[in-house]
Structure formats: C-alpha cells, structure tokens
C-alpha cells in the first residue's frame, strides 16, 4: 500500500501531489472513504477515470424502450400516486409526446419531491428500463424537471465513475471537477519526454484528462462511448506505458534480491534423462540449458516457459528441479487446480522414486495430523513440495526453499507468485521462479502481460503426435457420434465426453454431466462409463482418473475440470457438448487432452443451432488449426484478452482506461518508449508509476 503523501520540498510545486484534504470540503469522513478508492492525493482524482457514459444526448421514445436498456426518456406526469404495498412507494407515471406511458417507481423519497412532480410537470428521466406488472418502469430513475423554455436539464455524456458506499456519483464528480480546476498547465503535466512524445502525435494530457470526465458539448459522442476517442486513447497510451514500466520496476526490484547459484552435478539429471521413455525435442533440451543457465547466477530467475499443449513442460520443469535439489535447495510446485497437483505428483513420484526423491504433498484439503506432517517435512527433509495455493499460506514454512515452479495456466496473478517468492531460505536469498503456462499468447500482448519476466518457448511438438482432426456437428446427430465412440471403444481407443455449460457454477455443471453419464451408461451397455466433476471428492477423482489412466475406464464424462494438463495419451476421441458456447483459448486447452499419443485423434464439437456468426468463426478456427499460437491471435480478435488471459480470474490486467485488444497496436510504441525511459529517465518512471498504478497492491512491496 502506498504511504500517505509527503511533500518533497521540489515538489510542491506540483499540486497533483497535495493530499485531497487540501481541497475545500473533505474532511476526515470523506478522506477516509476516499482512501478506500486509492484516492489520496489531488493527482489521484485526476486519473479517477469514468468507468462508462451515460449518453444524455439522447431522448428514447417510450415506445422504443426494451428491458435493461439505461437511457434517457422525456415526458409529462400524468398521475401521482402514493401507496403503501408491503412498503411505503411513489408511483410516477408519464407520458411521452406519442402518448406512451411509463412507470416510475420510487422507494424512498421526501415530501419535496411528490410536490415537485405534480400532474403536468415535464420530466427527463435516466435510468434503467426493466419490465413490470403495468408495462415498462423504472425503478429510482434520476430525473430533472424541464422548464417552460426547455432549458433546465444537461445534454450530455455523463460520467459514470467507479465508486464506494457512502459517495455518490454526483458528489465524486464534483470533487473532480473541483481537482481538475488545479491541472497545471500542458507541459507541467507531461512526463514523458518530449521528445519521445512528440513522435506519437497524441493529444496532450491536460486535454485529455478534461476531456474524458467532462466531454464538450460537440464532442464526438460516439468515439467516446466506444472507447477511441483521441482523449482516451492518449490516456489509455500512458497507462500501458505506466504498466509497463511498473513491471519493469517490479522485476529489477526482485533481481535486486540475491538468490541461491545452484548448479547441482548434473548426475540427477542423466539418470531421469536415461530412464525416460523418450528423447527430449531440441525445443525442451533448449529450454532446460536456459534455465540451468539462469538458475547458476546469483540473481533470481525470473523465466516464463511457454509452451503449447502437450509441449511437454513437465519433464523441462522436472529438470530444474533436480538442480536444486541436488544443490541442497527445495523446490515448491504449485499447479492451480488439485488435479492437475496430483497429476504432477504421480508423475514427479515415478520420475524421481529411482533418485531417492520423494515429494510432499500438500493440497487445501490436506489436513490434521498430514498437514502438520507435511509441515514437518517442510521444515525438515522433504526436498520436493507439490501442491496447490495451500502452499502460500502463511503458516507454510520452508528450510531452505531454492526454487519455485508454478503451472500457471492463466490462473495465478503476479502477486500471488510474490507470495511464494517471499518464503525463500532467509531473508537474504529469494528463491528462484519459473512459471509455467500454456496459454499461447500472442507476442506483443505477451511483453506486456509478462514485461516481469524472460521468456522461453518450447515451440515444438514431441514428435509422432499426430495433429487432431476437428469437425463441428450438430446436436440433432448426437446418435451418430455415440456410434462412433461404441466403434472407437471397439478398437480399444479411449474417449472423453466433456460436459460445459455457461455459467459458472460446479453444481449445475456436475448435474449435466451426471445427466450425460447416466444416458451414455444406457445407450453404451458393455463400454465402461466414468464420470469425473468438480464436486467430487479428490480421492474419487483420483480414483477414477487412475481407472482411466490405466484403461479400465473407457470414456470418461467430464466438466471442464479436465481442462488443465490432465494426460492421457491412449484417449483419442473428445467429444464437446455446447461448443459454440466456449471460448476459442478453452476449446483449445481442452482439445489438447486428446492427440497426445500417436494414434490419430479427433475432437467432436457438438452445438447447439443456430450458430451465431461468431460462434461459427470460433468453431471453423479450431477446426482449420492445431496450432495455439494462431488460436490465440484469432481469439484475441474475436474476444480480447481477458478471456485469453484469465484476468477474470486473477484481476491481474484490470485497466482504468486501456484495453489491450483496442489499443493492442499501441503495445509496440509502448514497449519502445518504455525502454527509453527506464535507460534516461528515471524520476519520470517513477512519477508515471505513481500517477496510474501507485496503488496497486500488485507492485507493492517487492
Ligand atoms: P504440457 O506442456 O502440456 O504440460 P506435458 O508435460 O504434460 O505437456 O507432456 C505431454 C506428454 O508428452 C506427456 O505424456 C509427456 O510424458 C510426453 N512427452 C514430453 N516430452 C516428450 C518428448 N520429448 N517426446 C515424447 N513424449 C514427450
Ligand atoms: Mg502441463
């Protein structure tokens, strides 16, 4: 957390830096509500930027209303009534000049009010339509009273700030606007350099920041409401650089730690290398040099291993593992879901069960006396740790902790991995971090997503995988593709039935699938069925995926709680039920559980029709490539890369303004201007930094 705000004395020129209490009208009350908003100095409420608009330009006829649409309506009061239902309510009901009616509907309201919305009086109401017993109302519209001459009522974009209980938006607006009154001028505001600036043509700060919390009359109502308005884009510009230079900031910091050299003998090494049952590809072999380099310096790596689906990342996370062990050093393996924990288990345990290495398990529901046993172990012996994010709670102690390897998967954010990161050996040696994903991401949003860490690719497939064959197929024909599996079953092939749904719930998840396991056990007699879900308990999970594994079961139906890492590589056949209903990066993750043998696979996307053009584009781009990279660029056009980048999970790209698919173009420029200002710069770094992501608990204390 930031500190309060202290004046340096060749600062106080610069009144963004002042503490809002200096402005008239916050006292500690609302100082303190504003700190909750990260609000604490002038500057701050400059750059407290609107979340969206509220287009006051235009009047919707009644008649054109549809339910959940906010907008704005004008009409004449026809029928004041006051009643008491359950509890005391206002109703207000208007008409517009086509003689449309609409309800308003009030909870609470102060006698002022009913008299000020007398029969007769002209209103422009705001607010969200929804559908009620006597058609359409709103509920708690605001409103203002047009005069006589039409004058009276703001024709506007309306700012919608994001706020906190006990401040309203009126009230934030005009603490704003009070802040933007002490905008100092142009180049006073400016930090960065001029001459880096002045290449871009971009609007300057000052009119970019007045513009976006108070639009002028004539300004371009449209650019505005979709985000590519000069002024947001100038501001959207900054707040990439910013956060591109705080993760910059935030790596130097943790380099400036010193960690472990560790080398090991290398002995470890060739005996798992010997015992494989395969050759490592020129990528994985690569990687692991990059690694072992990295892990032999006294500064802490830093390394992102991306890597396609079925790259095979494991064994390149097992080596450097091995390093560190035999260095003395242990190593924490976070996965982000129990089952993928598990499987990393079973493999690490048949990996290293010849070295003498035994790993420790420890999962959220690893409790009582193994938990404490595990914490023992920890504190002691055990040289290898796998788990999930029990393993960065607090209690979780280390001996010597010389290497941290998360599988990422898009589920863990930047602090979290600070989490793990600040349990090294003593408070001088930080361990190492290598972090795992397969979420192929396109490059340039990769340097910003990732601009903490170096990167490493495996861009090679183990070879003899043979690509999966996609195809798109109806519903209606659900028969034919249950023959199919009853043929693949025949040929003592392996199939996964994937259950998902929209929504996220496990619960209702589970039932699907349930649904699916019981109507496959009729129509498959003599296949053996299994059913894996979320809710289950992790020992009957691990139970069936053992049965799977070992082929005792031959399809497994499953919700999506398959779609990370799990391997089974005699599977051949997926089949997904609601396709069109997921994104471009999940059917990818969850067609890479097939086609990971050599037996030629395929993958089965049942929809649901009609298909809408973008489900269509979705389906067709995963039935024309295997290859991630060009999935994700496709996905990153289609969806953007939330989804791509799991941020709603991890909140870890949350912008005030910038949008990395809209501004993705920008991303190079941005890494460019960067560069310059981290080399030439510094001061102006730091009050960038400050300026846009100062309060983010994800660049703190590192
Ligand atoms: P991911 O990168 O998706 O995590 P895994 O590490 O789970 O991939 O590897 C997928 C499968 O490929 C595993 O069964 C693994 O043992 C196997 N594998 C890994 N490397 C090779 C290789 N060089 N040759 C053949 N098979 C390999
Ligand atoms: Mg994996």
């Avoid at 994001?162 to 905008?183: F, H, S, W």
């Avoid at 894996?532 to 053992?546: D, F, L």
């Avoid at 599977?571 to 471009?584: D, K, T």
């Amino acid at each position: 957390m930031r500190s309060a705000p202290h004046l340096h004395p060749r600062e106080s020129a610069d009144p963004g830096l002042a503490a809002v209490a200096s402005l008239p009208g916050v006292g500690p009350a609302l100082e303190a509500t504003l700190a909750r908003l990260g609000i604490l100095r002038i500057q701050d409420l400059w750059f407290h930027l609107p979340l969206r608009y509220e287009d006051r330009t235009r009047i919707t006829a009644i008649r054109d209303l549809r339910a959940a649409d906010s907008v704005q309506v004008e009409g004449t009061v026809e029928a004041v009534e006051q009643g008491f239902r359950f509890r005391p309510q206002l109703r207000v009901v208007i008409t517009d000049d086509a003689r449309s009616m609409l309800t308003l509907r009030f909870f609470s309201f102060r006698r002022t009010q009913v008299q000020q919305l007398a029969p007769g009086t002209r209103l422009r109401c705001y607010g969200q339509v929804r559908y009620g017993a006597h058609g359409f109302e709103m509920v708690h519209p605001q409103y203002q009273r047009v005069l006589a001459d039409g004058s009276g009522v703001d024709e506007c974009l309306t700012p919608v700030y994001p706020t906190t209980e006990g401040l309203g938006q009126k009230r934030l607006a005009v603490l704003i606007a009070k802040a933007l009154l002490q905008l100092p001028p142009a180049a006073q505001l400016e930090q960065i350099p001029a001459p880096l600036l002045e290449p871009l043509r971009l609007q300057s700060l000052r009119d970019a920041l007045l513009q976006v919390h108070r639009p002028a009359a004539d300004a371009d109502v449209a650019a505005l409401l979709q985000g590519i308005h000069p002024s947001q884009r100038r501001l959207a510009f900054e707040e990439l650089l910013a956060h591109h230079l705080g993760m910059k900031r935030l790596r130097a910091r943790i380099r400036s730690h010193r960690a472990p050299g560790l080398a090991g003998t290398g002995e470890a090494q060739r005996d798992l290398l010997a015992a494989l049952p395969f050759k490592l590809t020129g990528a994985q072999q690569r990687v692991a040099r990059e690694i072992a380099r990295d892990m032999s310096r006294s500064e802490p790596m830093l390394r992102l291993v991306h890597g396609d689906v079925g790259s095979g990342k494991t064994v390149v996370a097992a080596l450097a593992a091995l390093v560190a062990i035999e260095s003395g050093f242990q190593v924490a393996l976070m996965a982000p879901t129990e089952l993928l924990a598990e499987q990393h288990l079973r493999n690490f345990r048949d990996w290293f069960a010849p070295l003498g290495i035994e790993p420790v398990w420890l999962a959220g529901k690893v409790q009582g006396k193994a938990r404490q046993a595990a914490m023992t172990a920890l504190q002691g012996p055990a040289q290898l740790v796998i788990g999930t994010h029990a393993l960065m709670q607090d209690a979780v102690a280390f001996r010597k902790l010389g290497l941290v390897i998360i599988d990422e998967q898009h589920r863990f954010g930047v602090h979290q991995r600070l989490a793990l990161r600040d349990k090294g050996a003593d408070a001088e040696l930080v361990p190492h971090q290598l972090v795992l994903t397969a979420t192929p991401i396109p490059r340039t949003l990769a340097m910003t997503a990732y601009a903490d860490l170096d990167v490493s690719r495996i861009d090679e497939l183990p070879p003899g995988r043979s690509p999966v064959t996609t195809v798109a197929i109806s519903t209606a024909r659900r028969a034919e593709v249950v023959d199919r599996i009853r043929a693949a079953c025949g040929e003592g092939r392996q199939a996964y039935w994937v259950c998902t749904l929209i929504e996220d719930s496990e619960q209702l998840e589970a039932q699907a699938a349930e649904t699916t396991h019981a109507e496959l056990e009729r129509t498959l007699q003599g296949i053996s069925i299994g059913l894996i879900h979320g809710r289950m308990k992790p020992a009957e999970k691990q139970k069936v995926m053992q049965q799977f594994q070992s082929g005792a079961i031959s399809v497994l139906v499953a919700t999506t709680v398959i779609e990370v890492g799990v391997d089974v590589p005699n599977a051949s056949l997926m089949i997904m039920e609601n396709a069109e209903r997921l994104g471009l990066a999940q059917l990818h993750q969850l067609r890479g559980r097939v086609g990971r043998g050599s037996l030629a696979s395929s993958c089965v996307l049942l929809y649901q029709p009609p298909l809408s053009a973008m489900a269509r584009e979705r389906l067709n781009a995963l039935r024309e490539t295997n290859d991630g990279f060009e999935i994700a660029e496709k996905d990153l056009k289609l969806r953007g890369p939330g989804e791509l980048l799991g941020t709603r999970q991890t909140g870890r790209l949350e912008f005030r303004i910038a949008n990395l698919t809209r501004d993705a173009a920008m991303l190079a420029e941005v890494q460019d201007v960067a560069g310059t200002m981290l080399r030439k710069h510094a001061g102006a770094c730091d009050r960038l930094i400050a300026r846009w992501v100062g309060n983010s608990a994800r660049f703190a204390d590192a």
